[in-house]
Structure formats: structure tokens, C-alpha cells
């Protein structure tokens, strides 16, 4: 038997929903070892020091899960830290939309211990489960967001204002949505212990055998689920799920998440459920209501910018189609913008010019460039050498101006 470099406490909660994730594992071993998560990734995970360019960029957590499995369970001598992490979903599950980049807690789950479940990096995940409220992502107190990458040894109050996160905040109840998706990615992360790894054909099978199936054709599958071509083409090559995308299927088909992953298929029965679970439609309009809308936001802007985007976003466009469907109105934004920005340019010019004629002229005209650009707090640039001149010339044949600053 080989002998463990570091202590090696068994991880809490391994086979339930409730299971603590790496993160949270590897701040308890941080603590018995009296040293910072920072400090015992950098020794007992070398890569990870390398790519850290003096030792002064946080390591990504999240995005060198494998590694850090592999490096823990290798110091540890133990078999079941990958069950910590969506790692036995790698070949079904793509890493997009996955994980949050944001920290979720529920104050009631913290009261009763103090540890991060796995299933609140989870990033569809919102709410909790057990208690039915929505997960905070904000301090209540300095409304400070704290990032999941955070290394800090202690993440039970806020890194700001002090706050503890385990004092009582408003209730939030869950959505029935909200919480059907968290009650289904907890059975999904229960399950991780107690199944084999599915492979990647395991992707191929689901569509042709489970969800296309449950439909008269791939056409109205599609039209169903509202899914893309693109998808459709990807998903028959065998690429991975997005878990938000495979909730939304799972939904539909009212099918269970965990089976559909990681269960026997020739039991799968889908079924349409009376539910439409489809994206809502955008609302068509016609060529002259969108330039009605158009018109209406230009003519509200009450002095107010607006870029392309922004007035593309208005009426559901990108702004590439924008320009493609509407090029005369495209053109005559970009115009728009373009006078604003000269006469910004010119207003800009006209106050550094008055504000070095008045200092010219009530320090003398032998003052020199440094002085005025110290007695006016104002940055010279290369193209303003052309505005000092003339602010030397004008200063020689105009009256005394007030200074302007």
C-alpha cells in the first residue's frame, strides 16, 4: 500500500446530491496542512506554478479540474476525489455552460455546515433544493460579487465588507422550473459513484434512439425543441450536450436527466409532455415596423449616443444583419456618430486652446511647454503641437481671457 504525502480526509457527502466539490475539499486540506489553497496548489500542482507568471495569477480552478484530480488523488492516495467534480460526465457533457464563474450559497445550507456542494458551481443551478430559495451570488450588506475562482482560505464571509454569510437575508422562494433543474443535476451528481463512465458514442445513441424517435421527423424535432440546424448537424457527429440544452430536451421529453446520461437507453420511454418547454418566439415584424421602432429610438434617445448595437439590439438584430437589412439607416448612424465626434473634437480643441491663452498671458510669453502643461493639469499629445502654436499666436493678439479649466 502505498503512503500517502498528505493527510487524507474522506470527502463529505460522496454518493449523495449534497456532495462538497473539489474547491471545498481542497480548503479543508489546506487548513489541516496550515497553509492557503493558493499556496498547496502551487506546491503539490507544479503545472500550475508555470503557467502562473510570477505567482501572482490566481490558477483557474475550474478549468484544470482534471489536473488537479489527478495531482490530489495521487498525494492523497485516494480513489474518489473525481466524484467531486462533473468529471464522470466529461464524454456527454461539454464544458460550456457548465460551471459558473460566480459563487452561489444558501445562507440555511451554511448554518448546518459549512462546506460548498457541487451542485452550486453547477451553472443552471439557482437555487437549493432542499430549502426552495434562490441561491445568492451578491454580499447582501455591499452587494460585492464574489468569483468562483477565489482562492481565499475562507469563504464564509465577504472579502469586502466582513459580512457573514450564514446571517438570515430575505427569502427568495424557487421557481418550480428553478427547481425541477436543481432536483435533477443533484440525482445526476448522486449517481456519479454509483455508474460506470459513459463514452462518447453514448451521445449518438440518445439522439437516435431516444430523441428523434419521439417525434414523425427530424424536421419536427427541431421545430419541437427549437434547436438549429447547427445542433442537429453536431449532435449526429457525436458531440457533446450542453447541459442547459439537454435540460431544456429532458423537460420536453419529460425524461430524467440522470437516465438519459448514465442509464439503461432501452428503458427510456419519452413522452411529449403538454409543457411547451421551447424558447418564446421573437414577434415578427414587418420592413416598415422596424423602421417605425427604429425612427422611435433615434427620436427617444433625448440626447443619448446611440451605436449601431445598441439600435440593432433594439429591434432583435445583430448588428452584421443590421447592416445587411438596412443599409441606408446603418449609414446614416455611422454618420451620426461621426459628426458627434468631431464636434466633441471641436469643443474639445476650442477649451484647450482658450485654457493656454489665459495662462500664456499671465505668465509671459517665454513660458514654456512643461510649464504649461503643469499649471493647466492638462496631458499633451503629439497632434495638440499644432494647438499650442496657435495658442502662442492667439495669446500674442487677443485681450486677456479668464482661465478655464
Not at 485516494?78 to 467534480?85: M, Q
Not at 450559497?105 to 452550486?120: G, V
Not at 476650442?350 to 510649464?371: C, H, K, M, W, Y
Amino acid at each position: 500500500m502505498n503512503r500517502s504525502k498528505l493527510l487524507r480526509p474522506a470527502p463529505i457527502g460522496v454518493g449523495t446530491g449534497g456532495v462538497q466539490s473539489i474547491r471545498s475539499y481542497i480548503r479543508d486540506l489546506a487548513m489541516l496542512h496550515y497553509v492557503t489553497p493558493l499556496q498547496l496548489i502551487w506546491e503539490c500542482v507544479p503545472s500550475t506554478r508555470r503557467q502562473d507568471k510570477a505567482r501572482k495569477i490566481v490558477p483557474h480552478w475550474l478549468r484544470n479540474t482534471e489536473v488537479l484530480v489527478d495531482a490530489f488523488e495521487a498525494l492523497t492516495v485516494r480513489s474518489d476525489l473525481r466524484y467531486l467534480t462533473l468529471l464522470p460526465w466529461r464524454n456527454v457533457l461539454s464544458s460550456i455552460g457548465l460551471i459558473t464563474n460566480r459563487q452561489r450559497w444558501c445562507p440555511d445550507c451554511l448554518r448546518e455546515s459549512p462546506h460548498e456542494p457541487l451542485l452550486w458551481t453547477v451553472g443552471p443551478v439557482i437555487c437549493c433544493p432542499v430549502h426552495e430559495r434562490a441561491l445568492l451570488t451578491e454580499c447582501p450588506k455591499c452587494h460585492f460579487v464574489p468569483s468562483a475562482q477565489s482562492t481565499r482560505p475562507s469563504w464564509l464571509n465577504c472579502s469586502r465588507c466582513g459580512h457573514d454569510y450564514t446571517q438570515g437575508t430575505s427569502f427568495v422562494p424557487a421557481q418550480e422550473h428553478d427547481l425541477w433543474v436543481a432536483k435533477q443535476v443533484s440525482e445526476l451528481i448522486a449517481r456519479g459513484s454509483q455508474l460506470s463512465e459513459p463514452g462518447r458514442e453514448r451521445v449518438v445513441r440518445v439522439w437516435n434512439e431516444v430523441i428523434f424517435p419521439a417525434f414523425p421527423s427530424k424536421a419536427d424535432a427541431r421545430r419541437k425543441l427549437d434547436l438549429s440546424n447547427p445542433v442537429v448537424d453536431l449532435a449526429q457527429r457525436g458531440h457533446r450536450f450542453t447541459l442547459p440544452l439537454l435540460l431544456g430536451i429532458c423537460r420536453r421529453l419529460t425524461l430524467n436527466l440522470a437516465d438519459v446520461v448514465a442509464g439503461d437507453i432501452t428503458l427510456l420511454r419519452p413522452q411529449l409532455s403538454a409543457e411547451e418547454y421551447t424558447l418564446p418566439k421573437r414577434k415578427v415584424l414587418t420592413r416598415d415596423q422596424l423602421l417605425g421602432k427604429i425612427h422611435e429610438e433615434l427620436a427617444g434617445s433625448k440626447g443619448r449616443s446611440h451605436t449601431m448595437r445598441s439600435i440593432a439590439k433594439s429591434v432583435g438584430f445583430s448588428t452584421k444583419r443590421f447592416r445587411m437589412d438596412f443599409p441606408d439607416q446603418a449609414a446614416a448612424l455611422v454618420r451620426r456618430r461621426e459628426a458627434e465626434r468631431r464636434k466633441k473634437s471641436q469643443l474639445r480643441r476650442a477649451n484647450f486652446i482658450n485654457t493656454l491663452v489665459a495662462i500664456i498671458q499671465r505668465e509671459g510669453p517665454e513660458v514654456s511647454d512643461g510649464q504649461l502643461r503643469r499649471e493647466s493639469g492638462l496631458s499633451f499629445f503629439p497632434h495638440m503641437r499644432a494647438w499650442v502654436q496657435e495658442a502662442r499666436a492667439r495669446a500674442a493678439s487677443q485681450p486677456e481671457l479668464p482661465l478655464q479649466f
